[in-house]
């Protein structure tokens, strides 16, 4: 399943929920979708993040580094 098919299942259990209720299968469902696209998100920020470097204004380049 790719992530617009995952975000359109998502909100399909979301508008189920609101107007029905959802069974504990689709709640555990809802729950494994969200977290998947959470993790996606995070993952391309930190990818984004890692590949970052800064110019500084003397004109030196550097790559962003981790913070503790």
């Known amino acids: ?9 998502i909100n399909a259990l979301y508008h189920k929920s609101q107007a029905e209720g959802l069974t504990e299968e689709e709640k555990e469902e809802q729950q494994c979708l969200r ?14 993040l890692d590949s970052m470097s ?8 550097e790559k962003v580094k981790k913070r503790k």
């Open 35 to 48: 977290r998947r696209y959470i993790d996606s998100v995070k993952g391309n920020l930190k990818g984004q």
């Open 54 to 61: 800064i110019q500084r204004p003397d004109g030196t380049i």
């Open 1 to 9: 399943m790719n992530m617009e098919e995952t975000i359109q299942r």
